[in-house]
């Protein structure tokens, strides 16, 4: 039976796409790069491209959606996504016409993995996250772009044996940055994004839960620094000791090739 594994191969305000499963096949949750970079992310991690059964939209930001049409296009690979994001995708030409996008509706079963997506509170149509259990049991998560962590989305990442969590900015550095005030009250409010501190109290609540690793996603390169985010969330979880309770890292802008096994 193949390992359980998460390949981060994007992350960030520049471009988002993590795919879930093995080189013997898997899922993308998202498509936020061009359809190129995304087939040479691919590669670096030994993933072939027909591993790629389904792609999985967590909303339509440019930065998660940037090269769905191309890419789904060119390799026939199917789409999912809630509904009213099915129907952004196919009015902002994210996708064309007669390119198959199937609307979620619960848990979806796709290279034998179950689908489950949660509500995310975000500035967009319908946000959403998604939990995923492998063929053999374990299960994992994704979780960014939210203002906060709803009550339904704890419980679509607790008990996750590995969970891509969002720590977007570093409160003081989004403050003093160069960023217009309306931008940085859009960041910091519930429909925004997470912060260092707000994903240190998350990460404490999964852990207390199950959880035995951590990926921090979807930093920004203006408003926080790898260090940062996992000095503040390292030392929201003092109760646990890293490396031995959990293990914990960040996930680059752009893939260097490595996965994570859970």
Avoid: W
């Amino acid at each position: 039976m193949n390992l359980a594994r998460i390949y981060p191969l994007f992350s960030g305000s520049k471009g988002n796409a993590e795919f879930i499963g093995s080189p013997a096949g898997g899922i993308l949750i998202d498509c936020g790069v061009s359809a190129k970079r995304l087939l040479q992310a691919l590669e670096r991690c030994g993933i072939p491209i027909a591993a790629v059964q389904g792609v999985f939209i967590t909303h339509d930001h440019s930065d998660h959606v940037a090269g769905l049409r191309v890419f789904t296009k060119k390799y026939q690979i199917p789409v999912y996504a809630q509904p009213m994001t099915r129907q952004s995708l196919y009015h902002n030409r994210y996708l064309e016409p007669e390119q198959p996008c199937q609307a979620l509706n619960g848990v979806t079963e796709c290279a034998g993995i179950r689908v489950t997506p949660f509500t995310t509170s975000h500035d967009t149509i319908q946000s959403c996250g998604y939990r995923m259990e492998m063929p053999d049991g374990r299960t994992c998560a994704v979780c960014t772009d939210l203002g906060y962590v709803s009550d339904e989305a704890a419980i679509g990442i607790q008990g996750c044996d590995l969970v891509l969590l969002e720590a977007n900015y570093d409160q003081k550095m989004l403050r003093t940055g160069p960023y217009p005030a309306s931008l940085k009250l859009r960041i910091a409010s519930e429909v925004g994004h997470l912060s260092n501190d707000d994903c240190g109290d998350a990460a404490d609540m999964l852990l207390r839960s199950g959880t035995t690793r951590l990926i921090l996603g979807h930093l920004s390169q203006h408003n926080n620094l790898p260090e940062l985010a996992e000095r503040t969330v390292e030392q929201r979880l003092g109760n646990f000791q890293r490396g031995s309770d959990y293990l914990m890292q960040t996930a680059l802008p752009e893939t260097d090739g490595r996965m994570i096994g859970f």
